[in-house]
C-alpha cells in the first residue's frame, strides 16, 4: 500500500473521507484502501470576545489516501462525488517514504499544538475596520491574547491619542499603502 495525493472540491474533503470509509465495506474495496487523511491544523481566534478553536484545512481540496491502486480500487474512488483525480492524473506516483515521513510528521507536531489566527504584536502597524475610529491607522502598543483585545495609538488632528480595548476582529494589519 502506498499514499497517494487526492484533488477534492475545495470544502467537501471531509464529505469524500466519509462516503468513502462508508463505501468501503460495501463495495468490498476495503482490503485495498487501508487509510484516508484530510490534513488539517487547529486555530485559535477570538470572535466578540470569545475564544473559539476551530479546525483549519492545510490544503484545501486534497487529501491523502494510503491504498493498494489497481484498476477496480482507482474506478472505485474516482467514482465518488466531488473526487476531481488523483495527483499525477491518469498514472498517479505514489508519495515517496521521504515525504510521507515529513507529512506525517507535520500533521502529528500540528495536532498538538494550536495556532493563533491574530498575530498581533507591539508595534504592528494596524487598520481599524470597526468602531469609532473607522480606517484610522495606528500603532499596536499592547496585546492581549487571552481576551482578543489590543490598545494601539492612532493620530487624530495631529496629536497620538490611545484607543484600549479594540477587538482583533475590528483590526487588520494595514497594507504598505495605507501606512504612506
Not at 474533503?13 to 462516503?19: I, S
Not at 474506478?75 to 508519495?95: C, H, M, N, R, Y
Not at 491619542?161 to 495605507?178: C, K
Request: hydrophobic letters at 35%.
Amino acid at each position: 500500500m502506498k499514499w497517494y495525493v487526492l484533488q477534492v472540491l475545495s470544502g467537501h474533503e471531509k464529505k469524500v473521507k466519509r462516503t468513502l470509509e462508508e463505501n468501503l465495506k460495501s463495495s468490498g474495496m476495503d482490503s485495498f484502501i487501508e487509510e484516508i487523511l484530510v490534513p488539517t491544523e487547529n486555530v485559535q481566534e477570538v470572535k466578540k470576545g470569545e475564544q473559539k478553536v476551530t479546525e483549519k484545512k492545510l490544503w484545501p481540496g486534497y487529501m491523502l489516501i494510503k491504498m493498494n491502486l489497481t484498476d477496480e480500487a482507482w474506478s472505485f474512488v474516482k467514482s465518488t462525488t466531488s473526487v476531481i483525480d488523483f495527483l499525477g492524473g491518469g498514472k498517479p506516483a505514489p508519495l515517496s517514504e521521504k515525504e510521507v515521513e515529513e507529512v506525517l510528521k507535520e500533521l502529528e507536531e500540528k495536532k498538538k499544538s494550536v495556532v493563533q489566527k491574530h498575530k498581533f504584536e507591539v508595534g504592528d502597524i494596524i487598520k481599524i475596520t470597526e468602531g469609532v475610529f473607522v480606517n484610522f491607522i495606528g500603532t499596536v502598543t499592547e496585546v492581549n491574547h487571552e481576551k482578543g483585545k489590543l490598545s494601539a495609538l492612532v493620530s487624530i488632528f495631529g496629536r497620538d491619542t490611545r484607543v484600549d480595548d479594540l477587538e482583533f476582529w475590528q483590526v487588520e494589519q494595514a497594507s504598505p499603502e495605507e501606512i504612506n
